[in-house]
């Protein structure tokens, strides 16, 4: 049974990270009722807990197909002092029905063994809009081949338009296939400081950030990338020959073991 919170409602622990809200057999875990179109003064907080997708009851494996929260077309929405673990996704925030999901803060969580840790999901190219988003103080540990710590948009077409965002994250990484902050939509006139780093030195690093073809990422207010010990540098920030990214204005601070 999927946890409710209502779009003007509080969901809390009793105390920091101590009270867990696992999987009871819906594959989301908690959601956040809408509050589009008429109820922009709702927020919704969700605070203070441990959010677990094991399915199997063993406390280690990963929730196949599991959300921890999910957002769907909801406005100023605020996450704070959370673990969410073995989720495929830690927190999904997506758009249906040509409405936008403005003004949601994430604040101070920690991810461990999610296959993805934030998702920016839209539609189409009016279902897209996730303007003014906070990311602070979030720290994704990958653990999943085929791990992503921040995605914009899915797919080709993207269909996120991530703007006007203060975005202060970290990915841990162990596997050639995690990839910290992947860009399928448009990333701009943001202020952005990424860092993700590489803890294997005996297993060849994954991708720091990576924006795809069709993918925007420019005029943002400032971007610096910190990838740690990547030995390659077009492992830290890969950009397809598709993209329309302004390289030059991302900041990419390195240090190699």
């Not at 057999?25 to 441990?50: C, Q, Y």
């Not at 929730?63 to 959370?82: A, F, K, P, S, W």
């Not at 999943?144 to 203060?166: C, E, K, P, R, W």
């Not at 994954?206 to 924006?211: A, L, T």
């Amino acid at each position: 049974m999927v946890v409710s919170v209502a779009f003007n409602g509080r969901y809390a622990g009793g105390e920091s990270k101590l009270d867990t809200v696992g999987y009871t057999g819906d594959l989301t875990i908690m959601a956040v009722e809408s509050n589009l179109p008429d109820n922009f003064a709702g927020s919704a907080v969700i605070e203070n807990l441990i959010i677990d997708g094991n399915t199997d009851g063993g406390g280690s494996s990963f929730g196949v197909g599991t959300t921890g929260i999910l957002l769907q077309n909801v406005y100023n929405c605020l996450i704070r002092n959370v673990t969410i673990m073995n989720c495929e996704v830690g927190i999904k925030v997506k758009l249906t029905d040509g409405f936008w999901s403005h003004g949601n803060r994430f604040e101070h969580i920690r991810m461990i063994n999610v296959k993805t840790g934030i998702l920016f999901e839209g539609a189409s190219n009016t279902d897209k809009y996730f303007s003014h988003t906070t990311i602070d103080d979030v720290r994704i540990s990958l653990v999943q081949a085929n791990s992503v710590g921040i995605m914009v948009g899915t797919g080709s077409n993207g269909f996120a338009d991530l703007h006007g965002a203060f975005i202060k994250a970290t990915v841990w990484m162990n596997a050639t296939s995690h990839k910290g902050l992947v860009v399928n939509g448009s990333l701009r006139y943001s202020l952005v400081n990424f860092e993700v780093e590489h803890m294997d030195e005996n297993v060849s690093p994954g991708q720091g950030m990576v924006v795809n073809s069709g993918a925007s990422v420019k005029d943002n207010q400032n971007f610096l990338l910190t990838a740690l010990w990547f030995r390659s540098k077009n492992r830290r920030l890969s950009v397809d020959n598709g993209a329309d990214c302004d390289e030059g204005y991302i900041t990419v601070f390195s240090r190699d073991m």
